[in-house]
């Protein structure tokens, strides 16, 4: 077994394979680029090399640098991850000849896989289900549409070089055929550098159905399936295992299917062979046939993890150090159900455009297991995939798991970066996908519901207001009281007009919104607010207030004191923008002030604010002193009109 094993990759799956290696006894290497100088996998390594810049082909892709940094650390091993070099098999390669081993398959298994062409034909001849079709040689745009006259409309047309949707074109007739074949050549030659195409029958109502397969280059057994249907435009979302509706028949089928997969090409390592299936009909051993082998561990492996009990990492280091299959296939057995949702720092709203920021908080579920790159405080970084989690439950049923991953999705707390953690509630919400009514084109189908951002509830706007004013610190008896009845005050929350708080008692307020007031209560785990279904858990963080919860919301917290100055009304007048303190009083009568001036300083919800003067002028009056408790609105400091 190796001593020391050097990681090419970075975030949850470098951080992922380290514990593994760790719980193995076997020293792990880190390498990091400029931009993860700081990164998690960096501090949980026992080494670390720096690679180069942010850019992965500056650092991640550099071939070279990693071998070399393997290497000079005395690393006996490499383990790729998946994505930047996993699937190259020139750096498999390199790294053989560098006297290292490579934790993966040989360069040839990964180039048969690789074009899928050969790869198709390679699993005919395995006897393997290919999906009818045209992947020979013959390129003439006259001979594909031939073929495609001969398969059978609607069709796929398919870049050789492709994956996951890249240069694929759906074609519903004939008359279309001929634009989109010249439309998925040219992007393929720009993608891929290779034009080459393929013509498949579309199977209509797809679901992506994956094997887990693992070998030893001689035997291979297949961990059971995956259903990975649950996509927005190639990207997965939501992972499980098993899929919902598959039968031992089927199962049994496809795992052998799998199997001849991967013995046909003398596959060693982890892998997964993927297969598109006919959702139309229910599951039918007829209606799966191979789509494409990915010949590396896949950001997925989690929950056939969880449903064998197997650590696919350790049988990654076990098998590449030289031990064989680690069980028979009649030693495996599926336990229950688990899922994997995706956690992304992404702007769903806006077309999950990617998003950056620095998570000023984070929380997982303590209910499920949580892959993560990240900690509380990490940027993340715009140079790589903005994953912040793989949230994982577990269940003996899939409505126990289901049910475990809409709690550990609403448990979670993330501030600092927009998410797609909303999105994520919704779909476990889903009415199809909760009964397993799964396809690769649910989302689409279904985006808009999805993704509508209802308008925050009273309840909500009620706990944005007393976290705002920090409700759960207020432990003064009389915090809101003064004299003629209790002190509101004002809440400004953007997009929100005419919310007012008052403090009843310690930990206790009242809110008026939308016309109505509402009861709120701190208690240590969240707060108790009138109409809410549970308890509102939140904070505010400096000029914003987040509510967590099934459905995360955040709130921007205007500053009176800009919108004051804004709107002018501190001309003559300087006005307390909120209960508070007076700290200290700045001027006298007759002093001359220039515009901007430091006139007072107040004290409220915890933050000391500067009251400056909106305009040059003489002081006429200061209404107020140091230590005084003002109301909002109090007046403090007139300056003369203007002449
Ligand atoms: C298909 C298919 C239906 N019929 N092939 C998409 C990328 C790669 N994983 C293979 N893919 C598919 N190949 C045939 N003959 C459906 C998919 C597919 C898909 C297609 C369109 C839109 C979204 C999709 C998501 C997953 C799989």
Request: aromatic share 6%.
């Amino acid at each position: 077994m190796f001593d020391k094993i050097l990681i090419a990759n970075r975030g949850e799956i470098a951080c992922r394979i380290i514990r593994s290696a760790r719980a193995m006894g076997i020293r792990s290497v880190a390498v990091y680029s400029d931009a993860d100088a700081g990164a998690f996998h960096v501090e949980l390594a026992d080494e670390a090399v720096h690679i180069g810049g942010p850019a992965p082909r500056e650092s991640y892709l550099r071939a070279d640098v990693i071998i070399k940094a393997a290497l000079a650390t005395g690393a006996q091993a490499i383990h790729p991850g998946y994505g930047f070099l996993s699937e190259n098999p020139d750096f498999v390669e390199a790294v053989e000849a560098a006297g290292l081993v490579f934790i993966g398959p040989s360069a040839s298994a990964i180039r048969a896989m690789g074009l899928k062409d050969a790869a198709k034909a390679l699993m005919n001849d395995a006897g393997v289900p290919v999906v009818p079709g045209y992947h020979g040689a013959n390129q003439d745009p006259e001979h594909l549409a031939g073929a495609a006259d001969a398969i059978g409309y609607p069709v796929l047309i398919k870049a050789v070089a492709g994956g996951g949707g890249k240069g694929m074109r759906l074609v519903e007739s004939p008359a279309q055929f001929l634009e989109a074949l010249a439309s998925a050549q040219s992007e393929a030659a720009t993608a891929f550098g290779n034009d080459a195409v393929l013509v498949e029958k579309y199977i209509l109502k797809p679901r992506h159905i994956e094997v887990q397969v693992f070998g030893d280059g001689h035997e291979a057994v297949h961990l059971f399936e995956r259903d990975c249907s649950l996509q927005r435009r190639h990207q997965k979302v939501i992972e499980e295992a098993p899929a919902p509706g598959m039968t031992e028949e089927m199962r049994m089928a496809m795992g052998h299917a799998a199997v001849r997969a991967a013995k046909a090409i003398g596959y060693k390592g982890a892998g997964t062979v993927e297969f598109i299936v006919d959702g139309a009909r229910g599951l039918r051993p007829d209606g799966f046939w191979f789509m494409e082998m990915n010949t590396r561990l896949q950001v997925e492996h989690p929950v056939t993890e969880a449903i064998t009990g197997i650590d696919l990492v350790e049988w990654q280091l076990r098998v590449a150090a030289g031990e064989g299959l680690p069980c028979r296939q009649e030693e495996l057995a599926i336990t229950g159900h688990a899922f994997e949702a995706r956690l992304y720092a992404e702007d769903v709203p806006a077309g999950f455009l990617p998003a950056t920021g620095r998570l000023e908080h984070l929380r997982f579920s303590a209910a499920a297991r949580n892959d993560s790159g990240v900690r509380k405080g990490d940027e993340i970084s715009p140079w790589y995939d903005p994953m912040i989690a793989k949230v994982v439950t577990q269940g003996a049923s899939r409505a126990i798991a289901l049910k475990r991953l809409e709690a550990a999705l609403a448990e979670t707390e993330v501030a600092g970066s927009v998410t797609n953690l909303t999105f994520l509630g919704a779909l476990t919400r889903h009415k199809g996908f909760r009964v397993g009514d799964v396809d690769t084109g649910l989302i689409a189908r279904d985006l808009e519901s999805l993704t509508h951002e209802h308008e925050p509830a009273a309840w909500e706007l009620a706990a944005a207001c007393a976290f705002a004013v920090d409700l759960p610190s207020i432990n003064a008896a009389l915090a809101g009281f003064c004299f003629g009845g209790p002190l509101w005050q004002e809440v400004a929350l953007e997009g929100h007009e005419g919310l007012r708080i008052t403090v009843t008692g310690p930990r206790q307020a009242r809110v008026f919104v939308n016309a109505q007031e509402l009861a709120v209560a701190a208690t240590a785990e969240g707060l108790r607010v009138t109409g809410a279904p549970a308890l509102v858990r939140g904070a505010r963080l400096d000029a914003k207030v987040v509510l967590f919860g099934a459905v995360p919301r955040q709130f921007a917290l205007i500053d009176p004191l800009a919108r004051d100055a804004a709107e002018g009304i501190g001309a003559d007048v300087v006005l307390a923008p909120m209960p508070g303190l007076v700290k200290a009083v700045f001027v006298s009568v007759g002093d001359e002030v220039l515009a901007g001036a430091r006139l007072a300083v107040l004290e409220a919800m915890k933050m000391e604010h500067t009251l400056v003067a909106a305009r040059a002028g003489r002081v006429a009056e200061v209404l107020s002193a140091e230590g005084a408790q003002v109301a909002a609105g109090a007046a403090l400091v007139r300056l003369e009109e203007e002449p």
